[in-house]
């Protein structure tokens, strides 16, 4: 089992900043590709952002709305993960969730079914 726990969420103004963070505790976080996915109302879960590990490099994928905005990166010796937003639109605003998977494809391709562990979620709204 891998228990994920996200902070950093709240209100900021449109072309403000917000950093979430996600720990992990339980199984080895190092052999679970990480990422982030969003809910906003009315809307399916989407993929944003993905990190994987493969020993000597760090390769990191995104949706193309947070291209050049957003930057997923990882801590393997603290266990966390860590989502910075930049230049967020009130588009951005929704349910942020982590997500740890053994396969960085299902993170990619946004299978959300088929993802191994889920946070519990952190609110991200984005005023104009």
């Known amino acids: 089992q891998v228990q994920l726990v996200e902070s950093g969420g709240g209100l900021v103004q449109a072309g403000g900043s917000l950093r979430l963070s996600c720990a992990a505790s339980?199984?080895?976080?190092?052999?679970?590709?990480m990422g982030w996915f969003r809910q906003g109302p009315g809307k399916e879960r989407e993929f944003v952002a993905a990190?994987?590990?493969?020993?000597?490099?760090?390769?990191?994928y995104y949706t193309d709305s947070v291209k050049g905005r957003f930057t997923i990166s990882r801590d393997n010796a603290k266990s966390t993960v860590y989502l910075q937003m930049n230049s967020l639109k009130p588009e951005d605003t929704a349910v942020y969730y982590c997500?740890?998977?053994?396969?960085?494809?299902?993170?990619?391709?946004?299978?959300?079914?088929?993802?191994?562990?889920w946070g519990q979620g952190t609110q991200v709204s984005v005023s104009s």
């Open positions: 990190v994987s590990w493969s020993g000597r490099m760090t390769y990191t």
């Open positions: 339980g199984r080895t976080f190092s052999n679970y590709a």
């Open positions: 997500a740890a998977s053994g396969n960085i494809a299902t993170l990619r391709r946004s299978d959300a079914k088929n993802v191994d562990y």
